[in-house]
């Protein structure tokens, strides 16, 4: 493994369990078995290192989600598997980022970075906009109806689910998982569905 993916592996792991926050760059080194100049050569300042974290863990979502893949099988099926690695997705990016929002200088760090990076937080919503566009184009989803504000209604439940579920530490629901994603994207599928 190259130097730049075990510094990777070794944030991932650290942050994920501690956030980022806590995490000191003396200990992503010694757990990435590297001298902390290794990571500025890498990554110049800690906040680089963990959006290169968070992307790490974007190609999972980036792969169920793509509009080449509009049409291939039920609308409602699709929408479940976005459903499903929009929360996986999100329940990385909690535990990591979370601590942010306790830390004020450390929040204005971030939203900095984030101005400075292309894209920013806002790309899944657009990933899921190219998707319910490319289904729109098909005839399976409903034209007229604005593609970002139907990828904010698939979304936006995945969020509160990731986020109530870690609050908690359990499933925020009576029902599994599952019969959460299974019930959103039914429900998303029948009122997206163009009137026959």
């Known amino acids: 493994m190259e130097t730049k993916e075990r510094i990777l ?10 956030g980022l926050a806590r995490v000191r760059t ?4 010694r757990e990435a078995g590297v001298a ?12 680089d290192l963990f959006f290169a974290v968070v992307e790490k863990n974007r190609p999972e ?28 997705y999100y329940e990385k990016l909690i535990s990591m980022a979370a601590p942010l929002f306790a830390d004020v200088d450390l929040l204005e760090r971030q939203r900095e970075a984030i101005a400075r990076r292309p894209g920013g937080p806002y ?42 579920r ?17 019930d959103l994207a039914k429900t998303l599928a029948a009122s997206l569905a163009p009137c026959r």
Not at 9 to 18: K, P, Q, S
């Open 26 to 29: 003396k200990e992503i080194a």
């Open 9 to 18: 592996e070794a944030a991932d792991r650290l942050i994920r369990g501690r």
């Open 36 to 47: 902390e100049g290794t990571l500025y050569v890498h990554f110049p300042h800690k906040e």
């Open 123 to 164: 790309r899944i919503y657009e990933r899921v906009a190219a998707y319910v566009e490319a289904e729109q184009r098909l005839g399976r989803v409903k034209e007229g109806l604005d593609a970002l504000s139907v990828a904010a209604l698939v979304l936006g439940p995945c969020f509160q689910y990731a986020f109530t």
């Open 61 to 88: 979502f980036a792969a169920t989600v793509r509009p080449e893949l509009a049409g291939t099988r039920e609308l409602d099926v699709a929408l479940g598997e976005v459903a499903l690695a929009a929360m996986s």
């Open 166 to 182: 870690q609050f908690l530490g359990e499933d925020p629901l009576p029902v599994t998982e599952e019969r959460f994603v299974d």
